[in-house]
Every structure is written in C-alpha cells, then in structure tokens.
C-alpha cells in the first residue's frame, strides 16, 4: 500500500514539474514578445 501511495506521489510532483515548466515557457516566450515589439516601437519613434 506504501508503495502505491509512493509511486502516486512522484507520479504527481513530475506532473508538477512539467507543468511549472510549460507554464516557465510560455512567460519567457511572453516576454520575448513584449521586447521585440518595444524595441520596434522605440525605432519607430
């Protein structure tokens, strides 16, 4: 029973991983956005 419990419980923290990943992409994709579109209204000014 332990042992089920503790597969279920790693099982989880790697799906809590992947997820905290995913969502650390999507900023870091966010913010690349932001700065190419204020770096090309800064040259646009």
Same mark, same amino acid.
């Given at each position: 029973?332990?042992? *089920? *419990?503790?597969?279920? @419980?790693? +099982?989880? @923290? +790697?799906? /809590?991983? @992947?997820? #905290? $990943? %995913? #969502? %650390?992409?999507? +900023? $870091?994709?966010? !913010?690349?956005? *932001?700065?190419? $579109?204020?770096? $090309? /209204?800064? @040259? !646009?000014?």
């Amino acid at each position: 029973m332990a042992r *089920i *419990i503790l597969t279920f @419980a790693a +099982l989880a @923290a +790697l799906t /809590a991983c @992947a997820t #905290v $990943e %995913g #969502v %650390g992409k999507d +900023l $870091e994709t966010a !913010g690349k956005t *932001i700065s190419s $579109e204020a770096r $090309e /209204a800064q @040259a !646009g000014m």
